[in-house]
C-alpha cells in the first residue's frame, strides 16, 4: 500500500500515458487508471456504448428494450446499471449537503417489487411486494433533497427519512407541506426537538421513561387533506399543526410557491419520477424484479434530474440576448440550489471522482 494513498494535493502524481489515460505515482512507483474512483474504472466497454445505454435507462426505457435496441444481454446493462447506481448515489451524498432552503414539500410514491402486496404468498421472501419512496423536494429549486426506500409507511421508516433529509440540508427547520399520513409528526418531534434538561429538584411522582423534548420554534409544518368521491377530489382541507399561520403565508410568499398550503410541487414531481423511470410506469412489465435494482435505478434517476436535466419552470431571463438570439438561461435543480454553476452532462456526472473518506 501506497504511504501516498487517498492523500489530496501531495504532488506525487504525474501523467503517464495520455492515450491510455494512465497516471504514475512517483512515491510506489506504480501507475494506475485516470477514472480511479469513478464509475469507468472498473469497466472495458466502450465508453460511448455505456452513456447510450445508462441515459436510455434514465428516459423510461426497460431492460428487454435495451436488450433489442443496443443488443447487450439484460446482465450486462444490470450490472452496469448497478456500478452506475451505486456511484451516483455515492456523488449526490458528496454533492447535495448543507443546503439552504425555507420551505420543503414531502410525498411517498408506491411501487412494488415483482408483485403487488396483496397477491403475496407465506413463501414469497421478504423483499417481494409493495414499497414506497419518500421523497423530499426543496422549495423553490425543486431540488430532490433525499429519496428513500422503505416497505412500509410507518412512523419508523418516517424518522429515518427525515433524519437523512436533515442531513443533507443546514440543519434548520423549514416549512414542512405533506399529505394527511400521521407518521411525519411525530417523525418530525424526533428529528427537529431538542430533550428538556431534567430538573434541578425531583417533583412528586414516577419520573419519565424519556424526556420531555422542545420543539424547534423554527418548524412549521402543514398537511393538505384531499376528500375524493369516486376517484376525484370534492373537498381539499389544510390544517397548521406546528407554526403561526403569519409564519407560513410569509414563507409562501417569499418563495413564489402559491399563495396558499400545497402539495402540487411534490405530486407533480412524482409524475416527472414515473415518466422518466420505467420500473414506476404503471401496468406494464417493467417493473423491478429486486428491490436492489430498484435502488439502483432510483439513484440514477434522481442524480440526472437533479444535475442533468434543466427544468423548464428554472431558467432565468437574460439581460441581453445570447448567442443566436437566446433570451434565457436554462437550469437545473442543483442550479437553482446553488450546488453547482452549470448544466452537467451524464459523462460528467458518472467521471465524477469522489473524494477519499475521512479517516
Known sequence: MCRDFRKMGAGNIRVHSYVEQRLYCMTCLH?????????????RSEREALLDVLAALGERNSVRALERLKHHSPNTILHWLDLAGQHLAAVSA??????????????????????????????????????????????????????????????????????????????RAPLFTSDKLPAYVKALIANYSTPEPPPLKRGRGRPRKEPK????????????????????????????????????????????????????????DNLTSRQSNGRLVRKTLSHSKKVHFLQRQIALEDAIYNFVRPHSALRVKLPRPGAYGRKWEPRTPAMAAGLTDHIWTLEELLSYRLSPPKC
Open 213 to 268: 423534548r422542545i420543539l424547534d420554534s423554527a418548524l412549521c409544518y402543514a398537511q393538505v387533506d384531499k376528500r375524493r368521491v369516486g376517484g376525484r377530489v370534492v373537498e381539499v382541507r389544510r390544517r397548521i399543526v406546528f407554526g403561526s399561520a403569519e409564519d407560513i403565508a410569509a414563507i409562501l410568499e417569499a418563495d413564489g410557491c402559491g399563495s396558499q398550503i400545497n402539495t402540487a410541487y411534490v405530486e407533480r
Open 31 to 43: 501507475t494506475f487508471s485516470a477514472d480511479k474512483g469513478a464509475f469507468f474504472e472498473t469497466l
Open 94 to 171: 458528496e454533492l447535495i449537503h448543507d443546503v439552504r432552503l425555507r420551505q420543503a414539500q414531502v410525498d411517498e410514491l408506491w411501487t412494488f417489487v415483482k408483485k403487488k402486496q396483496a397477491h403475496c404468498q407465506p413463501t414469497d421472501p421478504p423483499d417481494v411486494g409493495d414499497r414506497w419512496i419518500w421523497r423530499a423536494i426543496a422549495l423553490p429549486s425543486r431540488l430532490r433533497v433525499v429519496s428513500y426506500l422503505s416497505q412500509e409507511r410507518s412512523e419508523v421508516e418516517a424518522t429515518e427519512f427525515l433524519a437523512q433529509f436533515k442531513a443533507r440540508t443546514a440543519g
